[in-house]
């Protein structure tokens, strides 16, 4: 693999640009695509939190509407007068227009709102029950020994209660309620209308969707469930939701959810629910008046949030492989040219190198930059070639002339060394001859002392 490009600029330099691009690419992508998540996701997370708040918008003004028929209905003339001047319990008052005129408005308030199960006033003076169906009966039923009553005189105020099952028809509501006092400040009684549940669920909650999914869900301040999608027999509204967890099987995260709902008025969870993986958008929906402080939930499936931003992911991925291939047959484009000159001067080299070795040829530069620049260079290189080689020729023809002058110089130098050596023989024999005559001149004198010696010992 790396021969492969080592023997190639053009690769080389495709490659290398395309692959510094592509790391460059990578890292700013990285930092791109992770923006483009995030912004992605908070897109998303904040068109669904508009839904929630929108919603939210719309509980709120419902029940603040029907605080506004609370208001209406017993700051009613006819309702205050009837109950401040009714102060005989269980009394016979079937027959009582007065009392007819009241049970009457309550019944056309009630059946007027589909919403509305029952107006009802508790009275201070004799401690009964009225609602749309008249006076409650039974003797031993005492408004100011109901925990309901207690609640409104401590509120003292206008509020939403906790939804409640009615023990004799099983509906459940949420119950509007206020204490009234009189002008002089004397408690009049304790008033209010019950809002049927399952039509704020159907009315306000169950249509909210995102792209046609998701759950809404409704709970109060402290925790209990006014509205969620899941409930049945053996789970209804007044439920805590912590309790979801135990109830639905594959399901958690709720125990936490509604921890962190009670604690923020809004804000982000997950939860698992039924198998399913949730995002949780939440909101407050408070109101003065009536007093409330509840959360609307909105459960939204996490693939909804989660393909957008993986689809953006994608996009994103593919338009920086579009432009790394772009990028790419950019540099070969531009490169080209520049292989097709270096090609050129590498035909032209390998035609001195490998050919007849023709000095004489140059190789025209095309363009005053680099590789001209290199090819100017090149002639340079070439011409300074010729002329070593030009008197390479020249030195070589003196250097044979004078090996002719020198062997003919060494001819006659052995003549007169043949010359030299037949006279150095000659002396050399003379010398010999010579030492031989020395040694007979030498041995006739002794021989003369010898015989001088003999002679004179002789005489004596």
Do not use: C
């Amino acid at each position: 693999m790396f021969n492969f490009f080592s023997r190639s600029i053009m690769r080389q330099l495709v490659v290398g640009t395309s692959a510094s691009v592509a790391i460059l690419l990578a890292i700013t992508s990285y930092f791109m695509l992770s923006n483009i998540s995030d912004q992605s996701r908070e897109q998303l997370i904040a068109s669904i939190e508009g839904i929630v708040k929108l919603q939210a918008t719309e509980v709120r003004s419902f029940f603040e509407a029907k605080g506004q028929i609370n208001h209406s209905v017993f700051s009613n003339p006819q309702v205050i007068d009837w109950f401040k001047t009714y102060n005989e319990r269980v009394s016979e008052i079937d027959n009582n227009p007065h009392y007819q005129s009241v049970t009457e408005y309550f019944k056309y308030i009630s059946e007027s709102d589909p919403a509305i199960k029952s107006v009802f006033f508790g009275g201070e003076n004799t401690h009964e029950y009225f609602d749309l169906g008249g006076r409650y009966t039974d003797p031993d039923y005492y408004t100011d020994q109901r925990p309901w009553w207690g609640d409104a005189i401590s509120k003292g105020r206008m509020y939403v209660t906790d939804p409640a099952v009615d023990r004799n028809d099983g509906s459940v509501s949420a119950t509007v309620t206020s204490p009234y006092y009189l002008p002089n400040g004397e408690l009049l009684g304790i008033g209010g209308s019950d809002i049927l549940i399952t039509t704020i669920g159907k009315d306000l909650l169950s249509g909210i969707k995102y792209q046609n999914e998701g759950e809404a869900f409704l709970m109060t301040d402290s925790g209990k469930l006014v509205f969620f999608p899941g409930f049945n027999k053996n789970f209804s509204p007044g439920d805590l939701m912590s309790s979801v967890d135990e109830k639905f099987s594959g399901t958690e995260g709720f125990s936490a959810l509604q921890s962190q709902i009670t604690m923020n008025t809004s804000g982000l969870a997950h939860v698992t629910w039924q198998g399913n993986e949730y995002e949780v958008i939440f909101n407050n929906v408070q109101s003065d008046y009536p007093q409330m402080n509840w959360k609307l939930g909105f459960m939204v499936p996490e693939h909804l949030i989660s393909d957008p931003v993986t689809g953006a992911l994608w996009s994103s991925s593919i338009i920086v492989l579009i432009i790394l291939i772009l990028i790419a047959i950019v540099v070969w484009l531009l490169v080209l040219p520049v292989i097709k000159r270096l090609n050129h001067l590498q035909l032209a080299m390998h035609d001195i190198a490998k050919g007849d070795g023709d000095l004489t040829k140059r190789i025209p530069p095309l363009n005053n930059d680099e590789i001209g620049l290199l090819v100017n260079e090149f002639n340079t290189f070439v011409d300074k070639i010729q002329g070593l080689v030009k008197q390479t020729v020249i030195i070589t023809d003196e250097v044979g002339k004078s090996s002719i002058t020198a062997s003919d110089i060494g001819e006659q130098t052995n003549l007169i060394i043949d010359d030299q050596k037949r006279e150095i023989d000659l002396v050399a024999t003379s010398a010999t001859e010579l030492a031989q005559t020395s040694t007979e001149i030498s041995n006739n004198i002794n021989l003369s002392i010898d015989l001088t010696l003999d002679s004179a010992v002789f005489r004596s």
